[in-house]
């Protein structure tokens, strides 16, 4: 039987990994109760992992209770069937570890953490230790670290946290990426041979990514539109460049629909038009209005969306 930490180096995430939404009522409060049929939907298009309480899953606005239920409901619907792994991060450095411990308890195989955003680490050794105490909450549980420098407003050398944070944080895996530095990426990849696992999270940036040789990938748009970042995968894997470019232009011209006909609220209005409805979201998040959601079902549908995104 390998060791423990044997087990954490080898653990990897490959393929699309669908960062999971979050079901509300329109009163606000938590539907649970809707979060297995968006899991077995979201398997269903082709999701490789699941990435639980992040952006997308509007982690930051959930209430401690509240993200350690939908982690124990999303972990209970995978089922094994795909891993999951738990964004813990929080403003505060003691929630997150809970979280973590929480995490590993309930069975999840892996954790996640962005960095503290409102008094934020303000150098890099402060940074390391934050997300040192944090990962020491699952010592079992490979960690990522959630950079997203666009909402967290902290960025450190990636690099630099890997060589220094690594000899710090036994379980640290990793990196989810998610930032268009395309350079910074690639250095990480290649850092110490490759050791680390980086995951992109720029959706409509993915063919860049899987030029810098990355494997796997979270994302928003990978709940509703899998198949169609598959098959950016096989073209890109078979040197159909010109296929993949192609393909990758729907996808870029897909956010950009979204985004100009719902907002951030539109991501979660899609996953309604495939016939998986995660309710809305919590402010001060804005719901999609029924006009909204209209024009963004009539944008999609001239993109082809409804052809392609389910093939």
């Given at each position: 039987?390998?060791?423990?930490?044997?087990?954490?180096?080898s653990f990897?995430?490959?393929?699309?990994?669908a960062?999971?939404?979050?079901?509300?009522?329109?009163?606000?409060?938590?539907?649970?109760a809707?979060?297995?049929?968006v899991i077995d939907?979201?398997i269903a298009q082709?999701a490789a992992g699941?990435?639980?309480?992040?952006?997308?899953?509007?982690g930051?606005?959930?209430t401690t209770?509240?993200?350690?239920?939908v982690?124990?409901?999303?972990v209970?619907?995978?089922?094994?069937r795909v891993?999951v792994?738990?964004?813990?991060?929080h403003?505060?450095?003691?929630e997150a570890?809970g979280?973590a411990?929480?995490a590993?308890?309930?069975?999840a195989?892996?954790i996640?953490?962005?960095?503290?955003g409102?008094?934020?680490?303000?150098a890099?050794?402060?940074?390391?230790?934050?997300?040192?105490?944090?990962?020491?909450g699952?010592p079992?549980?490979p960690?990522?670290?959630y950079?997203?420098?666009v909402l967290s407003?902290v960025r450190?050398?990636?690099v630099e946290?890997?060589?220094r944070g690594a000899p710090?944080i036994p379980t640290l895996?990793g990196?989810?990426?998610s930032?268009?530095?395309l350079?910074?990426?690639l250095?990480?990849?290649?850092?110490?041979?490759?050791?680390?696992d980086?995951l992109?999270?720029v959706d409509?940036?993915?063919?860049?990514?899987l030029?810098?040789?990355?494997?796997?990938?979270v994302g928003?748009?990978?709940?509703?539109a899998?198949?169609?970042?598959?098959?950016?995968?096989?073209?890109?894997?078979?040197?159909?460049?010109?296929?993949?470019r192609?393909?990758?232009?729907?996808s870029?011209?897909?956010?950009?629909?979204?985004?100009a006909?719902?907002g951030r609220?539109?991501?979660?209005?899609?996953m309604a038009?495939?016939?998986?409805?995660c309710?809305?979201?919590?402010?001060?998040?804005?719901?999609?209005?029924?006009a909204?959601r209209?024009?963004?079902k009539?944008?999609l549908?001239?993109?082809?969306?409804?052809?392609w995104?389910?093939?």
């Amino acid at each position: 039987m390998p060791s423990k930490s044997a087990s954490l180096a080898s653990f990897r995430l490959q393929g699309l990994v669908a960062a999971t939404f979050t079901p509300f009522r329109a009163d606000g409060s938590l539907h649970a109760a809707r979060i297995k049929p968006v899991i077995d939907a979201v398997i269903a298009q082709g999701a490789a992992g699941l990435y639980v309480c992040g952006s997308t899953g509007e982690g930051p606005l959930l209430t401690t209770e509240e993200r350690q239920l939908v982690a124990a409901a999303s972990v209970r619907a995978a089922a094994g069937r795909v891993p999951v792994v738990v964004q813990v991060g929080h403003n505060s450095v003691e929630e997150a570890r809970g979280l973590a411990a929480h995490a590993q308890r309930i069975g999840a195989d892996a954790i996640s953490a962005t960095p503290p955003g409102y008094f934020k680490p303000d150098a890099l050794e402060n940074f390391i230790s934050c997300m040192e105490r944090i990962a020491s909450g699952a010592p079992k549980l490979p960690f990522y670290y959630y950079h997203i420098p666009v909402l967290s407003g902290v960025r450190f050398d990636m690099v630099e946290f890997l060589q220094r944070g690594a000899p710090r944080i036994p379980t640290l895996r990793g990196i989810k990426f998610s930032d268009p530095a395309l350079h910074e990426l690639l250095a990480c990849i290649e850092h110490d041979g490759g050791r680390h696992d980086i995951l992109f999270g720029v959706d409509e940036m993915l063919l860049g990514a899987l030029a810098m040789g990355v494997r796997g990938a979270v994302g928003s748009t990978y709940n509703f539109a899998a198949p169609l970042y598959r098959k950016i995968i096989a073209a890109f894997d078979s040197g159909d460049l010109a296929e993949a470019r192609r393909l990758q232009s729907l996808s870029a011209a897909m956010v950009r629909t979204i985004v100009a006909d719902g907002g951030r609220g539109g991501f979660k209005a899609t996953m309604a038009l495939i016939g998986a409805d995660c309710g809305h979201n919590r402010m001060p998040l804005a719901t999609c209005s029924s006009a909204q959601r209209a024009n963004l079902k009539k944008s999609l549908g001239a993109l082809g969306f409804f052809d392609w995104a389910r093939k």
